[in-house]
Nanobody
């Protein structure tokens, strides 16, 4: 079974930085995309950043120039700089992978990690 374990959230002042990590474990034969979503209270979950198997990346307009996604094997990172109070949310790791015991790819989610930015 594939599992995603996140770490790195916390409380930071506006202008500060945090780095989130998400490690995928299990028997994974291929990875299509790994990324981060966030959900603030009363709002829909939104894509923050994603990295595709070929190395292409996609960022939400609100984080471009401040956040950087990177990946090393089955771990994905989100470096968040110049944090703003509007970045406060629960951040969720997402991976679309093909577990070795299946012939098709599936979506997996982490448990979420809270990021709180104080003004």
């Amino acid at each position: 079974q594939v599992q995603l374990v996140e770490s790195g959230g916390g409380l930071v002042q506006a202008g500060g930085s945090l780095r989130l990590s998400c490690a995928a474990s299990g028997s994974i034969c291929s990875t299509n995309v790994m990324g981060w979503y966030r959900q603030a209270p009363g709002k829909q979950r939104e894509l923050v950043a994603a990295m595709y198997s070929g190395g292409n990346t996609n960022y939400a307009d609100s984080v471009k120039g401040r956040f950087t996604i990177s990946r090393a094997r089955n771990t994905v990172y989100l470096q968040m700089n110049s944090l703003e109070p509007e970045d406060t949310a629960a951040y969720y790791c997402n991976a679309n992978v093909r577990p070795c015991q299946y012939t098709t790819s599936r979506d997996y989610w982490g448990q979420g990690t809270q990021v709180t930015v104080s003004s």
